[in-house]
């Protein structure tokens, strides 16, 4: 098994896509933050002096709205500032993952190592391996180059509120890791890229919120209480986790809890099935 996940491990490394994608998600990251930098300054300056418990929206003058999301709005911190950009990098793991998986398939590379193996699930340990690794190379990468793309550009950027930072960067990276997976199951069981690509595509749009709000409304006028389908769904839940104030204590941080066990559930659900899809296929 180890000589399977290795190999693969070797295939991502020499993939060009896969440097490509970092690259990319990168300077995407600092585009964003060099774009939208004026209009949060003004909405810091705006906001100094205030502090609430709620997220808030601050209209600048330019009639630009800028979201924020920790307890103290005044003050210009990473998960004020970077956490938003660092969630984006979802489209990146999506769209490698959905490539990589499909790349798999493609010119009779599977046949050629299928058959070489004692069971065939060691690919699902390796695409496992694959995706975890992935996923914390780019939240690295994400993370450092909107850090210092915010200290820079950032007026009165402070490295405060650290250990709410990383809880949310723990289920941040959780949750993409899951998304990662799922996107090589719906690759691998529709034999395109392309549905995972356009369906986290739509995630990023109000697309999908629309409709989920709708499918909340009426699923709870159904059931008479309370439906949000965002909350059992790691795809959905992880442009929901951003938003949300996280606490400075694990135990009291719901919503960390919350993304860990999504996180734990799907991870198992798509290690399973996708170990049954991949002994199960029959490569011609």
């Known amino acids: 098994m180890f000589n399977v996940i290795?190999?693969?491990?070797?295939r991502m490394f020499?993939?060009?896509s896969f440097y490509i994608t970092i690259v990319v998600c990168a300077l995407f990251m600092t585009g964003m933050l060099y774009i939208l930098s004026p209009v949060m300054n003004q909405a810091f300056e705006a906001s100094e002096g205030q502090s609430t418990s709620a997220v808030v929206s601050q209209e600048t003058e330019d009639g630009w709205t800028v979201a924020m999301n920790i307890a103290d709005t005044s003050v210009a911190c990473p998960n004020n500032?970077?956490?938003?950009?660092?969630?984006?990098s979802v489209l990146f793991v999506v769209i490698f993952i959905a490539c990589f998986v499909g790349e798999f398939y493609k010119n009779g590379f599977c046949k050629n190592v299928l058959g070489k193996v004692r069971h065939k699930y060691y690919f699902q340990a390796a695409k496992l391996a694959c995706v975890m690794v992935y996923t914390a190379i780019i939240m690295s990468v994400t993370v450092t180059v909107s850090l210092i793309t915010a200290n820079c550009l950032i007026n009165s950027f402070e490295f405060?509120?650290?250990?709410?930072f990383a809880m949310f960067l723990l289920g941040e990276y959780c949750l993409l890791t899951v998304i990662g997976l799922a996107a090589a199951f719906f690759t691998e069981l529709s034999g395109s890229k392309i549905p995972a690509i356009i369906y986290i595509v739509l995630c990023s749009t109000n697309i999908i919120a629309s409709l989920v709000g709708a499918a909340n409304d009426k699923l709870s006028e159904l059931l008479s209480t309370e439906i949000l389908i965002e909350d059992y769904l790691p795809s959905l839940y992880q442009l929901k986790f951003q938003t949300e104030i996280p606490s400075n204590s694990f135990m009291?941080?719901?919503?960390?809890?919350?993304?860990?066990?999504?996180?734990l559930a799907a991870f198992v659900v798509y290690n399973i099935i996708g170990s049954v899809l991949i002994t199960k296929r029959d490569v011609k």
Do not use: G, Q
Not at 6 to 10: A, D, I, P, T
Not at 81 to 88: E, G, N, Q, T
């Open 14 to 16: 020499k993939t060009r």
């Open 160 to 164: 405060v509120y650290m250990k709410e």
């Open 6 to 10: 290795r190999m693969e491990l070797v």
């Open 81 to 88: 500032v970077c956490a938003p950009y660092i969630s984006l």
């Open 252 to 263: 009291e941080n719901s919503n960390l809890i919350r993304a860990l066990v999504l996180s």
